[in-house]
């Protein structure tokens, strides 16, 4: 099935960037379940795109076809110019080392030090000298906004936002040029939840870091995304400015981005003009009085 004719598409904000992320005519199918039918994803250097949908839309699956961890039923995914459905195990995991991911629940090893958590995926590499992994590791830790006096805790003795940006330490452990991010600011409080997403724009700024997540919250979404794309029926039914996906008519659209909350949280935007916050309220004015 093509595209639907009146999805939304809107050019990243550099024209100049280059595409870190192509997905291309993407089926992805579970025996006889469709999940994907030809999505197709663009995603730029230094960008930051959300991924959006329903539960049990796919935003899960799709994060794991650009992770290489689901394989397409047909269709492509490239990750730097590399179709990595194409490529051997041990290119893959040469691409692997490029690209961090942030899961859900933080994912430390619990019975691994905070300092071990960071150091470890460099340990695996091999080739570094103790000294440079120890130096790295804490430099990463107090990039993360984790001061030394935690490193030798247990992921026990630490709070939900500092497991995450323990998390997000590791994620960063080999410089990578890509980050993935499931859910970041899921059980956070809302404070802790506002200074990781600034911790996480620090990063895109300071590492030139190309960011993809799925979220289901709306302030993280607005206050990151360079784009949002929505996942329903199957396909990507808007890729675009997170202030512009309120124009696009559909069901999960009007419910998840139309609400009080959204509404609210597309009004915190620090770049939403004032016209277009007008325009809003008045487009939601006349549809409540429809
Ligand atoms: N390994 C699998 N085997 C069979 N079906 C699967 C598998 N993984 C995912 N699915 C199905 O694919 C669909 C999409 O799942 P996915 O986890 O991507 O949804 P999601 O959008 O991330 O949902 P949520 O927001 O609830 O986490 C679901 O119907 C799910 O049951």
């Not at 005519?25 to 960008?47: A, M, P, R, W, Y």
């Not at 323990?166 to 859910?183: G, S, T």
């Not at 979220?215 to 995304?225: E, V």
């Amino acid at each position: 099935m093509e595209q639907p004719e009146n999805m939304m598409d809107c050019p990243a904000a550099e024209t100049s960037a280059q595409p870190i992320i192509q997905i291309e005519n993407l089926c992805t199918k579970f025996g006889d379940v469709v999940v994907h039918e030809n999505v197709n994803l663009s995603i730029n250097q230094g960008e930051i795109v959300s991924l959006v949908g329903g539960s049990g839309s796919g935003k899960t699956v799709l994060l794991r076809q650009m992770l290489g961890l689901n394989h397409p039923a047909s269709g492509t995914v490239r990750i730097f110019g590399e179709d990595i459905n194409r490529i051997s195990q041990q290119e893959l995991q040469k691409l692997r080392n490029r690209w961090g991911m942030l899961f859900q629940h933080g994912a430390l090893f619990s019975a691994l030090t905070v300092f071990d958590n960071v150091a470890q995926p460099m340990r695996e590499l091999r080739v570094l000298p103790k000294q440079l992994i120890r130096e790295a590791a804490m430099l990463k830790l107090q990039m993360a906004g984790i001061g030394p006096e935690h490193a030798l805790k247990m992921p026990s003795d630490l709070s939900g936002g500092m497991i995450k940006r323990v998390a997000l330490a590791r994620a960063l452990a080999l410089e990578p040029e890509l980050l993935f991010l499931d859910e970041p600011t899921a059980g956070l409080d809302p404070n802790a939840s506002e200074s990781f997403v600034d911790l996480i724009r620090t990063l895109r700024d300071e590492m030139r870091l190309t960011v993809v997540m799925v979220t289901h919250d709306l302030d993280t979404l607005f206050s990151l995304s360079s784009r949002v794309a929505v996942l329903a029926d199957k396909h990507i039914i808007a890729y675009c400015k997170p202030e512009n996906v309120v124009e696009f008519k559909h069901p999960f659209i009007e419910t998840f981005f139309r609400g009080e909350r959204g509404l609210r949280a597309i009004e915190a935007m620090p770049d939403t003009s004032e016209e277009s916050r007008q325009e809003q309220k008045q487009r939601q004015h006349q549809d409540s009085a429809s």
